[in-house]
């Protein structure tokens, strides 16, 4: 009888340090996760300054082109041609650029989250590290590491609502 009443008495040890193990890989995986989407973002960022670098080449060649055409009277029409693609490039320009400071805004976010995943992961194993050394986990170790994940999702919810909110909405009147 006294194997069962042991295995009744660990139960809930083992309960709390099977939970642990779980949040401690939800962890991993979030910052994994949210590492590579970071990652993929600035990439994408990199991409659209690329094209914006071209865009606004094009822009300023097709200008100074129109400029020097217009010079000649014989090729007016075609100065507003070139003209028109400079306009029209130099506004794609512009709109690259919001592109990129929305994708710039979303790499943080998932960089923030990032950090935030490995500072929580570190802080419970710190608590699991000291819980450790009596060999057993308490309720209130427990609940510890609980709460830190519940800490967790709170933070991660606000950076979420302040990189989807517009910046004229995050000033606080």
Sequence with gaps: MPS???DVTASPSNFRLNRIIEIQTLLLQ?????????????????????????LASVSVLAGVGSVSLLATVIAAPVAVGTSAVAAG???????SRLIARRLEARSKKHDRIAVLARAKKNSIDAIV???LMDN????TEFKTVCDEL???QALKNEIRSKATRPQFLRTKM
């Excluded at 910052?31 to 071209?54: F, H, P, Q």
């Excluded at 490039?89 to 709109?95: D, E, R, S, Y």
């Design 150 to 152: 519940d800490r967790y």
């Design 89 to 95: 490039a130099g506004l794609i320009c512009m709109t």
């Design 4 to 6: 069962e009443s042991q």
């Design 30 to 54: 979030e910052e994994s996760t949210r590492r590579g989407l970071a990652k993929k973002y600035r990439r994408a960022v990199n991409t659209v300054d690329g094209i914006n670098t071209a």
């Design 129 to 131: 590290s000291t819980a």
């Design 136 to 139: 057993e986990i308490s309720d």
